[in-house]
């Protein structure tokens, strides 16, 4: 059974850093793009940053500058969060597509979500 599993999320100081990561395990057999989606309460989840498996990315505006992601050659995804503000307040969920082992079609997955609070 494919899964993702976030770590990384935390309280911190608004100004701080934090660094989310999200580890991919089970029968897989290759995964193309990798995300990281937000979500406040009571507000809809967002994309805030995606990579590609060449390594293109892209950012919300409202974190571009400020968060990075990454990818390494196993199947780990990162988010180096710097410069953290009140409003990245949320659920931080990892989501990936990845073609199963035995499987000849690509499927979303999602993790659990990590929690990042920024205080002011």
């Known amino acids: 059974q494919v899964r993702l599993v976030e770590s990384g999320g935390g309280l911190v100081q608004a100004g701080g850093s934090l660094r989310l990561s999200c580890a991919a395990s089970g029968s897989i057999l290759s995964i193309n793009a990798m995300n990281w989606y937000r979500q406040a309460p009571g507000k809809q989840r967002e994309l805030v940053a995606g990579i590609t498996s060449g390594g293109s990315t892209n950012y919300a505006d409202s974190v571009k500058g400020r968060l990075t992601i990454s990818r390494d050659n196993h199947k780990t995804m990162y988010l180096q969060m710097n410069s953290l503000k009140p409003e990245d307040t949320g659920v931080y969920y990892c989501?990936?597509?990845?073609?199963?082992?035995?499987?000849?079609?690509?499927?979303?997955?999602w993790g659990q979500g990590t929690q990042v609070t920024v205080s002011s």
């Open positions: 989501n990936a597509n990845i073609r199963p082992i035995g499987s000849m079609i690509f499927n979303e997955y």
